[in-house]
């Protein structure tokens, strides 16, 4: 018998998983709006504030919030705002600065590190 994804039949279920994991996530207890914020450090502060107090998470800290900011980045895809993708993907870098680790990002590689 063929899948529903082999069909190409969905149910409303279906299309929002995606937001019920962002919700109901067992790993992190996120900061109500936390992707909507215009400061990259701030989004990087609170994701690693949440996943250092989550007890639940299944990973290191540093790679529970960065998991959980990437899943959001690509489940948002086309329909996320070039700005706030940019300011997202700046957090990760953040992200990897409060964690020591190397920046990826080499437009910011100019940036004081703190």
Known sequence: MPT???TGITTVEDDHWSQQVTETSDA???QAGVFALDD?????????????ASRRRKSEPFRSAM???????????KHLPEGQRDC?????????????????????SNRKEE
């Open 4 to 6: 529903r994804k082999e």
């Open 28 to 30: 992190l207890d996120l």
């Open 40 to 52: 990259p450090r701030e989004i990087a502060l609170s994701l690693k504030q949440s996943a250092e």
């Open 67 to 77: 998991s959980m900011l990437t899943f959001y980045i690509n489940r948002a895809g």
């Open 88 to 108: 997202l993907e700046k957090a990760k870098d953040e992200l990897r600065v409060l964690y020591g680790k190397p920046r990826q990002n080499p437009r910011d």
